[in-house]
T-cell receptor, first 115, second 112 residues
Framework: AQSVTQLDSHVSVSEGTPVLLRCNYS??????LFWYVQHPNKGLQLLLK??????LVKGINGFEAEFKKSETSFHLTKPSAHMSDAAEYFC?????????????FGTGTQLKVEL | KAGVTQTPRYLIKTRGQQVTLSCSPI?????VSWYQQTPGQGLQFLFE???????NKGNFPGRFSGRQFSNSRSEMNVSTLELGDSALYLC???????????FGPGTRLTVL
């Protein structure tokens, strides 16, 4: 079975400093990986996706993630945090051996951005 | 293009009742998946429908069921509600299966 582990439940940064949200995955084959963001009382918004093309993936709002097979990691980064980035972030892996759209979510990282 | 819409946005029910939630996918999308989000269990996959057929099912009791119509709209039904069914229910749609999923705003269900 596939799974993802988000290594930090809470991350706090100052506005204008870099953001790093860590995610490790476990998969028996090349996975499809995603990062989604959820603002309070909202649905999930897709930030970026990795589907076995380029290992460095660029997403919306200046976020990017690097797929590292040797480390089984898919960490999310942003060079400079903005107050509007405060939200919960989910690392997600798709599918199982049966295919389809089943997503397995990490437990989430709450990002706090301080002035 | 309009996004995924879910109705109603909020629901309050009592134990033992049943509830039906509705999801309209993005135009042209044929796959609809449902997820439950709770503080204790996080986000969990319920089921996926593709071209009116259930393609995948998560580990939920038979009280949770769904269907998809020929226009790709989907409904989810929960019978004999329990307090633990209180959650945010999210619907996601995609063009194909597997494919990138886009989420709706969710339906907040409260069971009293």
């Amino acid at each position: 079975a596939q799974s993802v582990t988000q290594l930090d439940s809470h991350v706090s940064v100052s506005e204008g400093t870099p953001v790093l949200l860590r995610c490790n995955y476990s998969s028996s084959y090349s996975p499809s990986l995603f990062w989604y963001v959820q603002h309070p009382n909202k649905g999930l918004q897709l930030l970026l996706k990795y589907t076995s093309a380029a290992t460095l993936v660029k997403g919306i709002n200046g976020f990017e993630a690097e797929f590292k097979k040797s480390e089984t990691s898919f960490h999310l980064t942003k060079p400079s945090a903005h107050m509007s980035d405060a939200a919960e972030y989910f690392c997600v892996v798709r599918g199982d051996t049966g295919g389809g759209n089943k997503l397995t979510f990490g437990t989430g990282t709450q990002l706090k951005v301080e002035l | 293009k309009a996004g995924v819409t879910q109705t109603p946005r909020y629901l309050i029910k009592t134990r033992g009742q049943q509830v039906t939630l509705s999801c309209s996918p993005i135009s042209g999308h044929r796959s609809v998946s449902w997820y439950q989000q709770t503080p204790g269990q996080g986000l969990q996959f319920l089921f996926e429908y593709f071209s009116e057929t259930q393609r995948n099912k998560g580990n939920f009791p038979g009280r949770f069921s769904g269907r998809q119509f020929s226009n790709s709209r989907s409904e989810m039904n929960v019978s004999t509600l329990e307090l633990g069914d209180s959650a945010l229910y999210l619907c996601a749609s995609s063009k194909g299966s597997p494919d990138t999923q886009y989420f709706g705003p969710g339906t907040r269900l409260t069971v009293l």
